[in-house]
């Protein structure tokens, strides 16, 4: 089995920033695509950003140029940098990852989730 564990959220004022992070652990054989997603109250659960093993990263239109996504392959951990915060970014932020685990078999991911909030 794979956890993913999240951390870094908060509350913070807008045009503050916040650092996520998602480290994974367990029977890890190669993580492909690692993705953070967040669900605001009300709304559907929306993906903000992935990175691929390779380093590629694609982002949400909503967020382009205030969040950046990074991994450290070594350690499995997933960051993703947001600044320039707005109200409209509080939300539930969720980490996913899938890969393959040492059993061959494909996994699928997720974290709990962590809290983000801007608010003044």
């Known amino acids: 089995q794979v956890q993913l564990v999240e951390s870094g959220g908060g509350l913070v004022q807008p045009g503050g920033s916040l650092r996520l992070s998602c480290a994974a652990s367990?029977?890890?054989?190669?993580?492909?695509?690692m993705n953070w997603f967040r669900q605001a109250p009300g709304k559907q659960r929306e993906l903000v950003a992935f990175?691929?093993?390779?380093?590629?990263?694609n982002y949400a239109d909503s967020v382009k140029g205030r969040f950046t996504i990074s991994r450290d392959n070594a350690r499995n951990t997933v960051y993703l940098q947001m600044s320039s915060l707005k109200p409209e970014d509080t939300a539930v932020y969720y980490c996913?990852?899938?890969?393959?685990?040492?059993?061959?078999?494909?996994?699928?991911?997720w974290g709990q989730g962590t809290q983000v909030t801007v608010s003044a």
């Open positions: 990175i691929t093993s390779s380093g590629s990263t």
């Open positions: 367990g029977s890890i054989f190669s993580i492909a695509a």
């Open positions: 996913n990852a899938a890969g393959i685990a040492t059993d061959r078999r494909a996994f699928d991911s």
